[in-house]
C-alpha cells in the first residue's frame, strides 16, 4: 500500500487478536476493536488512529443485530474491504478526453500552467472543455487536474501546448490526484459547473436528504428529500444540489459508483464533488 501502509493478511490479525486475548471464534466488543484496530494501525505504521465515530459507525453496521459485539471474521471481512478503498483513494485517477475543435468552437477553454512534464488545470472556463464536461460527467475536466499527455506527446509541457494550439482533434491523458480537482467553483449561466459540498453526519441528524441511481461511474441525483442536502441548499443557494446534478467523487473517491456510495453510507463527514448542469446564481 501506498503512504507507508500495509496489507495484513487474515492470519496476520488473528495473530493481532490473539495478542488482545481474543481468539477466532470469541465475540468482540466495541472495546476489543478499538484495542484491535490500534494493533492494526501501528502494524501497518500508518500516522494516525482511526477517529472514534467512524469506528463506532463501523461498528454499528457490523453489529446488526444489535448484540454490541461482532464476529473476527465480520472484522476481518470489513478490513479487507476498507483496505481496498483506502487503496482505491490513493491511487491517481487517470482518464481520456477527447476534444474536437470546429468552426463554430475553436476555444479549448481552459486556463492552465505549463508544469515542466504536465499541464495543470487551474480553471474550467468554457468552449469545448465545457461542452466536454457536459456531455461526459463522470470524465468531466476539474480544477486541479494535469494534462500529462496530448496526442501522445508528454514530458514536455511547451511542446504539449503547441500541440494543443495546432491540432483540430486532439486526444488528452488527465490525471487526477486523491484530491484532484475538489474546489469548490461556478461557471458562468447556463453552462455546468463542478462544486463541492460538506456534509457532516451527527446524531439525530444523519440522513443525507437526497435519492440518486447509478450512472456509469457517477450517482444521479433523482430527487431532493430535505436532511442534510436540503440544509445544505438553503445556505448555500449559488451551490444548490438538484434533480439531475451528477456525484463524480465522495472524500476523493471517483469512478466507482459503487464505491461512491459505500463512502457515502460509511462515512461521517462528507465531501462530495458535483457536477451540476448549471449555474444556479440568481
Not at 56 to 72: M, N, T, V, Y
Not at 198 to 218: C, N, Q, T
Not at 221 to 232: D, E, M, N, Y
Request: charged share 25%; aromatic share 4%.
Amino acid at each position: 500500500m501506498g503512504n507507508g501502509q500495509i496489507h495484513l493478511s487474515e492470519k496476520e490479525l488473528l495473530g493481532l487478536a490473539r495478542d488482545i486475548g481474543k481468539d477466532e471464534n470469541d465475540p468482540l466488543t466495541f472495546a476489543d476493536v478499538s484495542l484491535l484496530a490500534e494493533q492494526v494501525r501501528k502494524r501497518e505504521r500508518a500516522k494516525a488512529p482511526v477517529p472514534g465515530d467512524v469506528l463506532r459507525e463501523l461498528f454499528g453496521r457490523l453489529d446488526k443485530q444489535g448484540r454490541g459485539a461482532i464476529s473476527f471474521h465480520a472484522f476481518s471481512s470489513a478490513y479487507d474491504q476498507l483496505t481496498q478503498q483506502r487503496h482505491k483513494r490513493a491511487s491517481p485517477l487517470t482518464f481520456t478526453v477527447v476534444l474536437k475543435k470546429s468552426g463554430r468552437t475553436q476555444e479549448i477553454g481552459l486556463d492552465i500552467t505549463l508544469d515542466g512534464g504536465g499541464i495543470v488545470v487551474n480553471e474550467v472556463l468554457g468552449g469545448i472543455a465545457v461542452e466536454w464536461n457536459r456531455a461526459n460527467p463522470s470524465r468531466a475536466i476539474l480544477k486541479g487536474d494535469v494534462i500529462t499527455s496530448v496526442n501522445g506527446v508528454s514530458g514536455n509541457s511547451e511542446e504539449m501546448m503547441r500541440v494543443m494550439r495546432a491540432q483540430a482533434m486532439l486526444s488528452l491523458v488527465v490525471s487526477r490526484g486523491r484530491a484532484g480537482g475538489l474546489v469548490a467553483r461556478t461557471e458562468s449561466r447556463g453552462q455546468p459547473r463542478d462544486f463541492q459540498v460538506k456534509l457532516s453526519k451527527r446524531p439525530g441528524h444523519s440522513h443525507l436528504g437526497f435519492d440518486y441511481k447509478p450512472l456509469g461511474e457517477v450517482l444521479e441525483v433523482t430527487r431532493i428529500a430535505g436532511g442534510l442536502v436540503g440544509a445544505w441548499n438553503r445556505a448555500n443557494p449559488d451551490h444548490r444540489v438538484e434533480r439531475g446534478d451528477h456525484i463524480v467523487a465522495a472524500n476523493g473517491l471517483a469512478g466507482d459508483a459503487q464505491a461512491i456510495i459505500d463512502v457515502m453510507k460509511s462515512q461521517t463527514r462528507l465531501e462530495l464533488q458535483v457536477v451540476g448542469r448549471h449555474d444556479r446564481r440568481r
